[in-house]
């Protein structure tokens, strides 16, 4: 049984769900590392590795036009994120994460793709 093609942004996220740290190498390919180490991969993560290999250009590209920030104080993230988000500038991606105990914030943003 043929499966659906999925959008690379949909690769990204299930493999992210997953547990893998996604990055680019040297070589131009899409690699994954698992955040925990003595993690495998499984039966259920296969398909979604076979999607990666099969479209590693468009999720590369993809990757390349990510930010991560790491540590942002909300009223940084509300002052200099938040107005690049509502003008369509970038577009979050995932969640963005609150640390209460520190009062700092995570989170990742896409730039948009330039027309072609």
Partial sequence: MLEAVMKPEDV???LRAFG???FIGEDGIVHGKFRQSGQHVTLEM???IDQL???NNDVAD???REEEYVGM???QVIS????RVQSGEVEL??????HKGSALCDLIVRRKAAPA
Wanted: proline share 7%.
């Fill in 53 to 55: 290999q099969l479209m």
């Fill in 73 to 75: 104080h909300a009223e």
């Fill in 93 to 98: 991606v995932g969640k963005l994460i609150y």
């Fill in 46 to 48: 296969r398909p979604v």
């Fill in 12 to 14: 990204i996220d299930q």
């Fill in 80 to 83: 200099e994120i938040g107005p």
């Fill in 20 to 22: 893998l740290r996604l």
């Fill in 62 to 64: 993809l990757l390349r």
